[in-house]
């Protein structure tokens, strides 16, 4: 398996901003991917693993790790007696879409979210009242060390959070689905897909929801709509007009645009509403929200 040196992340991102990778590796199976692994405990890097970066800022400065991307068998789906098996670099769309057409339901949800299996279970990614954990039967998450079957609850699954760390990689995932007749699955779809445009930015470039919704009676979204920060700019970022609680990159935005942004809106929400927002999205490099 071949690594590659100082490929820029910003294509692995769907904001499309980020510096280099130290190092990248594109491991195709299970095999490749211990390989890799070993490869950089060897060398003592830190490894990260990167999926369609739907949640993800990176820094401008690069990352310094080993940086995976999943692909071949580890992006594989089968669907085999109402259970549906994706490697962890599957995207969700794919799952869903093998998941309709074995007339399969339970991943009507990940219609809206632009992830793989792997970073779905890492994020506990969710929707319109259900979550990965919810449809889960196990994951296998290979490390330096060892790998291992986990459930949900070993897995640590809360809103929006895992307790996989760094170093855990989610290669492959499998799902517990029910039958259930192809027109009302597609008849969900298109009703959350509906829902989904007339709340949120589309065709823009974005990483989803910036912060977690906070314990109050308002949306993150809702406070910094009140903060008067839609269609807020720093540099080529600006805060969604559609939705405060999405940034988009409106053409040449850097990372430090967004995280500046980012900061910016923490601290109006807490100036203005007491509160203290936690960032959903992950921040890989050197990136501080302080
Ligand atoms: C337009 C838009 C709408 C969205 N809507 C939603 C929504 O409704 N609900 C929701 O929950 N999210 C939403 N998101 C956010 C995002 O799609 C999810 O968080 C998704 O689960 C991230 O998956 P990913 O593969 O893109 O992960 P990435 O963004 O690439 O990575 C996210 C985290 O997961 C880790 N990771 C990725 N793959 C693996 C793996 N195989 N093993 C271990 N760790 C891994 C990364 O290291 C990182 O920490 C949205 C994003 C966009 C752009």
Not at 8 to 32: D, M, N, Y
Request: aromatic share 4%.
């Amino acid at each position: 398996m071949r690594i590659e040196e100082g490929v820029a992340l910003g294509r692995f991102t769907t904001l499309g901003t980020g510096g280099p990778a130290r190092a990248l590796a594109r491991p195709e199976t299970l095999a490749e991917l211990k390989e890799a692994l070993s490869w950089a405990a060897e060398r003592g890097y830190s490894v990260e693993t990167v999926g369609l970066g739907s949640n993800l800022l990176v820094a401008d400065e690069g990352v310094d790790a080993l940086v995976l991307k999943l692909g071949g068998e580890l992006a594989s789906v089968g669907v085999e007696d109402g259970l549906l098996s994706a490697g962890g670099g599957a995207p969700l769309a794919v799952c869903l879409h093998r998941a309709r057409a074995a007339e399969l339901g339970g991943l009507e949800f990940t219609c809206a979210i632009p992830g793989t299996a792997g970073g779905g279970v890492r994020m506990n990614a969710g929707a319109y009242g259900s979550d990965i954990s919810g449809v889960l039967q196990r994951a296998l998450v290979v490390g330096a060390e060892r790998e291992r079957w986990l459930g949900p609850d070993e897995l640590g699954l809360e809103y929006r959070r895992s307790g996989l760390t760094p170093g855990e990689v989610v290669a492959r995932v499998e799902f517990s689905l029910r039958p259930r007749p192809l027109d009302e699955i597609k008849a969900t779809v298109a009703e959350m897909q509906a829902q989904r445009k007339a709340s949120q930015p589309t065709n823009k470039r974005t990483f989803g929801s910036v912060f977690k919704n906070p314990e109050h009676e308002l949306s993150a979204g809702r406070i910094l709509e009140a903060c008067g920060l839609k269609g807020h700019r720093i540099g080529g970022a600006q805060i969604s007009p559609r939705h405060a609680n999405f940034i988009e990159n409106a053409g040449d935005a850097s990372s430090a645009d967004a995280l500046a942004l980012m900061i910016e809106a923490r601290r109006r929400a807490r100036e203005q509403f007491g509160v203290e927002l936690e960032h959903e999205v992950r921040l890989l490099g050197p990136l501080q929200l302080e």
